[in-house]
């Protein structure tokens, strides 16, 4: 980028020239190499003059896939053995256009020992979880942390919301008693309200 071009708002592609460190400090969407600046993706300029820095901001929203660390949301889709199948519709706040598969081992769904899947969660649940791990291109989850696990479950029996009560998930429809692995905020979530 000229002198004279110097604004923001320019159209910049992946290593076009931006300025060089001893005029500006990168900023996001920038990479330094021998002491010059330049863009490290497509998109728009912005140059803070006020505080000599420059940026570049993507034009095309980058896709959201989940990361190691990353908090999801989803429905159990299937209880196979040891292991309950999520469909990840949303990585914390932000909703999906489409959806990722997750896996929630039993090892993993419970700081104390659990024995069996359906004591945590049925087919059906909403649930939150942290991704631990993406081997295989295969997202691997835990609900291990109190603020993990399900934040919204139907009644087996009727299929009418479950209420947390003193003796475990009640329905208070039917008055069947079952047992899960509950987030700490259970029932206050968008999930929940839609249900009502």
């Known amino acids: 980028m000229n002198r004279s071009e110097r604004k923001s708002g320019i159209f910049v592609a992946p290593g076009d020239l931006l300025g060089v460190i001893e005029e500006f400090t990168p900023g996001p969407g920038t990479y330094v190499e021998h002491g010059t600046i330049h863009s490290k993706i497509t998109g728009r300029t912005l140059l803070d003059m006020l505080n000599k820095k420059v940026s570049v901001y993507p034009l095309v929203r980058v896709a959201s896939v989940p990361q190691i660390g990353s908090m999801v949301s989803g429905q159990v889709l299937d209880m196979k053995g ?28 419970s700081a104390g020992y659990v024995d069996t899947m359906s004591s945590v969660c049925k087919t059906g649940d909403i649930m ?3 991704v631990i791990s993406d081997k295989n291109r295969t997202f691997y989850l835990s609900t291990t942390e109190k603020d993990l696990g399900v934040i919204h479950a139907l ?15 009640q329905c208070s ?13 259970y029932g206050k979530g968008a999930a929940y309200e839609e249900e009502k």
Do not use: P, W, Y
Request: some cysteine.
């Open 82 to 109: 040891k292991k309950a199948v999520l469909r990840i519709t949303q990585i914390g706040q932000r909703s999906l256009s489409g959806f990722f598969t997750g896996i929630l081992h039993i090892s993993e769904a």
């Open 128 to 130: 939150r979880a942290k």
């Open 173 to 185: 429809r039917c008055g069947n008693i079952e047992r899960r692995k509950v987030s700490a905020d």
């Open 155 to 169: 009644c087996s029996r009727c299929g009418h919301s479950l209420q947390q009560g003193k003796r475990g998930m």
